[in-house]
């Protein structure tokens, strides 16, 4: 079994989906969805921006079905609920791959406030 890893935020890190979510699939065919191993139910991959102080990354989060908010669309502010990460290594065709996968037990969707709009007097008067 590998190693997981909890994964932490400071209070000022956001999450934005960058690409919704899409079924896993145990085959290079695409023809047996992923299932969580304990519960059988289906898992999906969604692709999160990850925005803490002066940069920002991509993640791509594993996630069962039911820990899928409704409502969740491009560019929705959301906090990964119990996040791991693996570490993984592999050899094909002769060649290292690795990486981290990451599996979150649900998302949040966060409510996000308008930005402030500053007027800016239109005319200055002489």
Known sequence: MASRIRVGFTSTTRHMVGM???PKFTDMEKT?????RETGEPLYTITLFVMEDERAETIKVT????????GLNLGSFV???NLFATPWARVFNGQ???GVAYRAS???LLAVSAPTVVDEPSEIAA
């Open 20 to 22: 919704l979510q899409t």
């Open 79 to 81: 906090r990964p609920l």
């Open 106 to 108: 649900g998302l949040e």
């Open 63 to 70: 996630v069962p079905k039911s820990g899928l908010p409704n």
């Open 32 to 36: 047996q969805i992923a299932t969580d």
């Open 96 to 98: 290292l791959q690795d």
